[in-house]
T-cell receptor, first 116, second 119 residues
Framework: GAVVSQHPSRVICKSGTSVKIECRSLDFQATTMFWYRQFPKQSLMLMAT?????????EQGVEKDKFLINHASLTLSTLTVTSAHPEDSSFYIC????????????FGPGTRLTVL | AQKITQTQPGMFVQEKEAVTLDCTYD???????LFWYKQPSSGEMIFLIY??????QNATEGRYSLNFQKARKSANLVISASQLGDSAMYFC????????????????FGTGTRLTVIP
């Protein structure tokens, strides 16, 4: 199988601080990684597509200055929530595209962010 | 219009029985891929099964099979011999278009079905 890790799994921070979430593909290289947000009892909402070595593509309504994405290597993408506020509290989950004939995305375990 | 529709918010199944989770999709592309993911209470999304639009055979992976009816645009997941550990949210997803080398096609997700397996 394909393994994707995400760190931290849970973070609690004060309003106004920045939080960085890491997404790593452990046993394959991922040219493309995706960042999703999931509200309780809802489906996944795509935030942005992260391509190695280039700027991320953000979905409509997602503030690129608030959610900074960096994809510096083929195995690591980071999402930084800048100046977090309580409304940013959510479950953030990344996926890595393994490519190949099916283009399957493998997901990390997610990060639960709580902003006080 | 919704690209992926899952009409069953919740389903119950007796342990060891089979259950079908419904999924219909909407696309004008000839080439697309359909995926099912399982999300237990821990939150991680676990890839279960994949069906390509040009695949003539229904996909199977262990106890999971995908009932692919292209004309009806449905891709139902069948879980045979349900186990207590199958209790989770199940999401159907679609990738539109051809697989490209950079693998940049994003997924469209349905709203999910919560499956509860009863002992």
């Amino acid at each position: 199988g394909a393994v994707v890790s995400q760190h931290p799994s849970r973070v609690i921070c004060k309003s106004g601080t920045s939080v960085k979430i890491e997404c790593r593909s452990l046993d394959f290289q991922a040219t493309t990684m995706f960042w999703y947000r999931q509200f309780p009892k809802q489906s996944l909402m795509l935030m942005a597509t992260s391509n190695e070595g280039s700027k991320a593509t953000y979905e409509q309504g997602v503030e690129k200055d608030k959610f900074l994405i960096n994809h510096a290597s083929l195995t690591l993408s980071t999402l930084t929530v800048t100046s977090a506020h309580p409304e940013d509290s959510s479950f953030y989950i990344c996926s890595a595209d393994r490519g190949g004939s099916t283009d399957t995305q493998y997901f990390g375990p997610g990060t639960r962010l709580t902003v006080l | 219009a919704q690209k992926i529709t899952q009409t069953q918010p919740g389903m119950f199944v007796q342990e060891k029985e089979a259950v079908t989770l419904d999924c219909t999709y909407d696309t004008s592309d000839q080439s697309y891929g359909l995926f099912w993911y399982k999300q237990p209470s821990s939150g991680e999304m676990i890839f279960l099964i994949y069906q390509g639009s040009y695949d003539e055979q229904n996909a199977t992976e262990g106890r999971y099979s995908l009932n692919f009816q292209k004309a009806r645009k449905s891709a139902n997941l069948v879980i045979s011999a349900s186990q207590l550990g199958d209790s989770a949210m199940y999401f159907c997803a679609m990738r539109e278009g051809r697989v490209i080398q950079t693998g940049a096609n994003n997924l469209f997700f349905g709203t999910g079905t919560r499956l509860t397996v009863i002992p």
